[in-house]
């Protein structure tokens, strides 16, 4: 039988399917924080799925088949797809769509076929023991993911709670926070929230010391800058200084420029082509963690410059591919928007671009050198767009006095890709 809701007013809409799924968040406490209508479904589901730890909190309610996530993780998903129209029950953690496995799942099955019966998040429990605001609060999960994540939102003042891996997740946060300048921060570790073992320790970062740490755990951070501290600012154009480079890289101010003309949008996908230092792609991945970035770069010293400076600016996933323009854009991700800052004028690369770029999605290049300017020149003749050029200059001690030194200028053009483009290429 169907684990259904017990009241008479739930109604399936004409042609859905009825809910044959049920996602259930668990605590600490196991089944006791549950409500019946979550035991019913546990009882009734002839097969469960979810970790170790969960099959056995519930374990004394369950009567069909247990099945503990596999590695990779994937396998298991399928799984439960494969099962679908079976009343199959998945245990969680907290509330299964907050970083969890209903997220994963929702991406694959439609919601009318399922149903989240959720549990407080542990960055609810958190907020709750130490009385934050949650919308006030940075929420990061670190579980499976770099530890770096957390470096755009370490600003004075800052509340932010952190969800780890294991173990050794708040000596990694500690770590992070001593080599940022945030050493003298405050740590709080939440460990095992709502259970038994539920503990709660305070630190001073640069004082972490603690060994015995729960394995799940949450941890609570009260930012405190040190003088030098590296912070990121939330406007585009940060500090040329910031980033490891050779040279190569758009400064920041014409960064600012173009991350404008970039417009990045919720959820695109930028291709920066020539990236140099990857401050473009960079700068666009700060600007929501939604976007996606890809930078594309012919030397390998330089591909490995970009990964460093990926990470000290807390964005690992930035992807980045060693060769060159045009064949290296072959196979990847169709984009919403590119950069070309470096290499635009070599055979077949602006055509590449061009083709491969969304309709509706932005392209912007910048020229320093004549051949390059050429190439803008004649693309703003052939498919419009905007054509603008940037001259800057910067106060420079001229002896014993102050004068102007100007940076080389800069052709920026910024083209909007149409449905009728192909017809004039």
Do not use: Y
């Not at 969960?54 to 799984?79: K, Q, V, Y």
């Not at 030098?228 to 154009?237: D, K, N, T």
């Not at 050779?246 to 996908?269: C, F, N, V, Y």
């Not at 020539?274 to 030397?299: H, K, N």
């Amino acid at each position: 039988m169907r684990c259904l809701p017990m009241h008479d007013a739930f109604v399936f809409s004409p042609g859905l399917q009825a809910p044959w799924l049920t996602i259930i968040g668990l605590g600490e406490d196991g089944l006791a924080g549950v409500g019946d209508e979550a035991k019913r479904c546990i009882a009734a589901a002839s097969v469960i799925f979810g970790g170790h730890r969960h099959l056995e909190l519930a374990g004394e309610l369950i009567t069909g088949e247990r099945h503990a996530w596999m590695s990779p993780f994937e396998r298991s998903i399928e799984a439960v797809v494969a099962l679908r129209g079976s009343p199959v029950v998945v245990l969680a953690s907290g509330d299964p769509l907050f970083f969890g496995v209903g997220a994963t799942l929702a991406r694959r099955i439609d919601p009318a076929e399922m149903r989240v019966l959720p549990f407080p998040s542990a960055f609810s429990l958190a907020a709750a023991k130490l009385g934050w605001a949650l919308q006030d609060t940075a929420t990061v999960s670190l579980h499976g993911r770099p530890v770096d994540l957390i470096r755009p939102h370490l600003h004075p003042g800052a509340h932010i709670l952190a969800l780890t891996s294991d173990a050794s997740g708040p000596e990694a946060l500690a770590r992070l926070l001593i080599e940022s300048g945030f050493g003298q921060s405050s740590l709080t570790v939440l460990e095992a929230l709502g259970g038994p073992e539920e503990r709660v320790t305070r630190h001073v970062a640069a004082q972490f010391s603690q060994s015995d740490v729960h394995a799940l755990n949450i941890c609570a951070v009260e930012v405190v800058a040190e003088s030098g501290a590296r912070i990121l600012s939330l406007a585009s154009g940060l500090d040329d200084a910031l980033f490891e480079h050779d040279g190569q890289i758009t400064k920041r101010e014409i960064r600012a420029l173009t991350l404008s003309a970039l417009a990045p949008r919720r959820g695109q996908l930028l291709w920066d082509i020539g990236a140099g230092s990857g401050s473009i792609a960079i700068e666009w991945m700060l600007s929501d963690p939604s976007l996606r970035a890809v930078a594309i770069e012919v030397s390998a010293e330089r591909v490995a410059r970009i990964g460093r400076n990926a990470t000290q600016f807390g964005v690992p996933g930035l992807v980045v591919v060693h060769g060159g323009a045009p064949g290296a854009l072959l196979d990847l991700p169709q984009p919403d928007a590119i950069f070309i800052g470096g290499g635009g004028s070599g055979d077949g690369v602006m055509e590449a671009a061009i083709a491969a770029l969304r309709d509706g999605g932005r392209l912007v290049a910048n020229a320093v050198t004549t051949e390059m300017e050429a190439v803008l020149l004649s693309c703003h003749g052939r498919l419009g767009g905007s054509l603008i050029r940037i001259d800057i200059a910067r106060a420079s001690p001229v002896g014993a006095m102050t004068g102007w030194r100007p940076a080389m200028p800069v052709t920026q053009w910024s083209w909007t890709k149409q449905e009728t483009t192909s017809e004039r290429i």
